[in-house]
């Protein structure tokens, strides 16, 4: 079937994070470039663990046997019927840590490929497509392709790991599963070489994917606590990892999380996620942009609004699970039908609320700490800065509206000062980046959001990262 364009594309941008849905191939000469680096044995290259950014995890529930994220087509999760509504948001619950509300939603593989029913036709678009095949050049061979049958790879063990995860949740609980990945693989890898003691592999990490590598990398499998604190900054990570690649990862945020949590997410032709599904999921509050960079502004006043992670400033708005009104409640009787009355429904909703907001305050925190990486541990960015990306949410603070305000440069989803984690931003400018993340290497592309990942330019220089830049 012809790959449709248009409107129909509009299906990728579902995922606002989901890396290069291709319709580009790796350059013909990057094979031959590549060529003898196939020949590299498996005991001398060093494995490479991909991780997805958000909605880049397919996501799937046995009790139903509905597949609840990766498809629009056959059975699946619709989020606009109560079933699929409650299929696909974050479990809710009163008094209860965000750690401990668990369903039976299970990650079920990275997302190759995403199906929909479009006008009486079954679309498949690529997802990470890109960065496999990218990889593929270079001679890794890839975990779940390969245990999959899809590609018939010839003798040899496994060099490639795609981590899937359930990207609803705490990106520190996502983290957590990362690290018990990690050690997985690198105990795998170094059974297969016959090594005596740990084989550190590698991480490429697209968007949100590159903030749940960061968090393991500083904190290990470490939780985030309960009692508002922070965890001990140790690097555990980097006892197992030598070089990452971030790819588009909002270190610093991006204002779309805003649009969705206030708005849902709509596109042509597409099932619509009301504000209520999103809201009760804590890694989008995670996303969202800090405050002392100015991000948000008062409509009538121009003044710079502090109040984002108050949960009360979410109330006197109106926003996601504290939308009271006939709108709202009807979304959130479809995600608590069991509760008594309306009454115990919005005391459900605003607790979830005020524990996603004070988790992600907790987050930004932890994440924020300036530290230097240990020696041997290689942090390379890949970000876009020639789209007009939006840095500014307009807030009318008697509506609640939420508009669009400023765009700097970015990749039209992440900002470049977000991706570089710059603190000038909003603040006094001078020479030399401010920054918390001690980068090895930075890079910039002329690419979207999307687009990233399958750039010929991304496509020429990871392999280059991974296979031949001199290691420390």
Not at 39 to 61: A, F, N, Q, W
Not at 344 to 349: D, F, L, P
Not at 360 to 388: C, I, S, T
Request: net charge negative; charged share 25%; aromatic share 8%.
């Amino acid at each position: 079937m012809k790959r449709p364009s248009g409107s129909v594309v509009a299906l990728a941008l579902a995922a606002a994070a989901l890396a290069g849905c291709s319709q580009e191939k790796a350059p013909r000469m990057l094979a031959e470039v590549y060529a003898d680096t196939i020949g590299i044995k498996e005991d001398r290259r060093t494995p490479v663990v991909v991780i997805p950014g958000i909605l880049g995890s397919k996501l799937y529930d046995a009790q139903s046997d509905t597949l609840v994220w990766g498809a629009f087509a056959g059975r699946f999760a619709n989020p606009e019927k109560p079933e699929g509504a409650r299929l696909l948001s974050h479990p809710i619950g009163l008094g209860q840590p965000l750690s401990e509300l668990t369903d039976g939603v299970r990650p079920d593989g990275a997302l190759d490929r995403i199906r929909a029913d479009v006008l009486f036709l079954t679309i498949e678009l690529d997802a990470y497509v890109d960065i496999l095949e990218t990889l593929g050049v270079g001679g890794y061979r890839d975990d779940q392709l390969g245990r999959a049958g899809a590609i018939p790879y010839p003798e040899g063990h496994y060099t490639c790991f795609q981590f899937d995860y359930d990207w609803r949740r705490d990106i520190a609980d996502a983290a957590d599963l990362l690290g018990q990945f990690i050690e997985e693989s690198a105990a795998y890898a170094a059974e297969q070489r016959g090594a005596d003691g740990p084989v550190k592999v590698d991480i490429v990490a697209h968007s949100m994917g590159g903030l749940v590598a960061r968090y393991y990398l500083r904190y290990g499998r470490q939780p985030l606590p309960e009692d508002g604190s922070l965890p001990e900054l140790t690097w555990a990570g980097a006892d197992y990892v030598g070089r990452v690649v971030i790819v588009g990862t909002p270190n610093f945020g991006s204002s779309v999380s805003l649009d969705q949590l206030t708005d849902g997410f709509r596109l042509p032709f597409l099932p619509s996620f009301s504000p209520q599904i999103l809201g009760t999921m804590p890694a989008i509050y995670q996303l969202l942009p800090r405050t002392r960079h100015g991000v948000y502004t008062n409509a009538d006043t121009g003044e710079t609004i502090d109040r984002i992670f108050e949960t009360d400033y979410w109330i006197e708005r109106g926003w996601g699970l504290a939308d009271h009104s006939e709108r709202g409640m009807k979304q959130i009787r479809r995600l608590l039908p069991d509760a008594a009355d309306d009454e115990e429904r919005k005391r459900i909703a605003l607790d979830h609320l005020d524990k996603c907001l004070r988790r992600a305050e907790q987050f930004h925190r932890a994440m924020d700490l300036e530290a230097e990486p240990p020696r041997g541990l290689e942090l390379k960015l890949v970000a876009g800065d020639a789209e007009a990306t939006p840095i500014e949410a307009i807030i009318d603070e008697d509506t609640g509206r939420v508009r669009r305000g400023a765009t700097a440069a970015g990749d039209g989803t992440v900002a470049r000062y977000s991706a570089l984690a710059d603190e000038r931003q909003g603040n006094a400018w001078r020479q030399g980046l401010q920054s918390p993340i001690g980068w090895d290497r930075v890079s910039f592309y002329f690419d979207d959001h999307l687009g990233l990942t399958k750039s010929p330019e991304f496509t020429d220089n990871v392999l280059f990262y991974l296979l031949e830049e001199p290691r420390d």
